[in-house]
């Protein structure tokens, strides 16, 4: 099935916080993105970018010191930043689903497999149990199990990593969301693993029809999978643009250093390179583009202030002072 211009989730100007002991911390800054129907949004960024923040945030799971302090998350016209518990609830697993970043911390030990899912089922559907037990065999061989009566009855250490991150999946699709997010469902995997899953997701996507957001720290993952990439960087978006424009020829330097550092498919390489440096922690004073003091191209400016996303056509934002002026 292929996607809408119609976007089904827009994110305005998000803006979190927490509340730490030496005051406020920034995590993320001003967001903005429109999901379409039926798309795949990747989103991509090193270790504490704010990619689980900004997940979490969208279904209202951030931890009680984290703020939203501006922005709005619209679904279907509703305010979800503003929406009132109960609401938000019918909303919550139901039209938009999470996969976690850990399967085995959210599946429940002491439980089978087959009693968590017809659970999930049995708690937002009207089904007898007889129809939630066949429903959930139905969900599992979906998702790449094979004798699904068999294994309904087993426990969650009963199967690998790779099985567990598919149960995960069939629970998230359960109750048919429009939207699934998926926080970084492979990196306890292997890679033959994580590719297979990804795949998974993403026919499983485009056989319902459903929209994605895709959150993983490596590029190459969201490479097949993704129409269009966003990457983080320090909370902050650095480029946004169309998947194959952003991989054919990556504008900001932040995203050319991440593209640089993906293994080469073809070849064998011992050691990849990597971006010198780390990023900036959240409440350290703020001056300029917050990737400047690891950008090879730096100059004055880019030490004094934050550049602002510049528009550069055909869907492309770049937060970089190069693009200043080009178009
Ligand atoms: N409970 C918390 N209290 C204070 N700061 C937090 C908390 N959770 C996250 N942070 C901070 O928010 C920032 C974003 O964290 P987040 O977990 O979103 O990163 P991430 O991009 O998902 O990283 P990873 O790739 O490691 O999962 C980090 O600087 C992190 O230290
Ligand atoms: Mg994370």
Redesign the pocket.
């Known amino acids: 099935m292929t996607g809408t211009d119609e976007p089904i989730l827009q994110v305005r100007d998000l803006t979190i916080e927490?509340a730490?002991e030496q005051g406020r911390?920034p995590?993320l800054h001003g967001l903005d993105y429109a999901l379409p129907k039926g798309r795949v949004l990747g989103v991509v960024?090193?270790?504490?970018?704010?990619?689980?923040?900004?997940a979490l945030s969208l279904l209202r799971l951030l931890?009680p010191?984290?703020h939203i302090c501006r922005g709005e998350i619209c679904y279907k016209g509703k305010n979800l930043a503003l929406l009132k518990e109960k609401e938000l609830r019918k909303i919550r697993g139901h039209k938009i689903s999470m996969i976690f970043?850990d399967p085995s911390a959210s599946l429940n030990p002491v439980l089978t497999i087959g009693e968590q899912l017809t659970e999930t089922l049995l708690a937002h559907r009207k089904l007898s149990k007889e129809a939630a037990r066949s429903k959930a065999a139905r969900l599992l061989e979906k998702v790449g199990i094979s004798e699904p009566e068999k294994r309904l009855k087993e426990y969650p250490f009963q199967f690998s990593g790779g099985m567990c991150q598919r149960v995960m999946i069939a629970m998230a699709l359960a109750l048919e969301p429009d939207i699934l997010i998926a926080d970084?469902p492979t990196t306890a995997l292997d890679v033959t693993v994580q590719a297979q899953i990804l795949q998974l997701i993403k026919q499983l996507q485009q056989e319902s029809g459903m929209s994605a957001i895709f959150?993983t720290?490596n590029l190459a993952v969201v490479a097949g999978v993704a129409d269009e990439v966003l990457v983080?960087y320090a909370?902050r978006c650095m480029e946004q643009a169309p998947a194959a424009r952003l991989f054919a020829d990556p504008q900001h330097p932040y995203t050319q250093g991440l593209l640089h550092s993906l293994a080469p498919v073809e070849k064998k390489v011992d050691r990849l390179p990597v971006i010198a440096g780390h990023p900036p922690?959240?409440g350290e004073p703020e001056g300029g583009c917050p990737f400047a003091p690891r950008c090879p191209f730096a100059f004055e400016k880019c030490r004094q202030a934050c550049p602002p996303l510049f528009e550069l056509g055909g869907g492309r934002r770049v937060r970089c002072w190069l693009q200043e002026g080009k178009k």
């Open positions: 927490f730490a911390l995590v960024g090193e270790s504490g970018s704010g990619k689980t923040v900004h931890p010191t984290a970043q970084e959150i720290h983080l909370g922690v959240p």
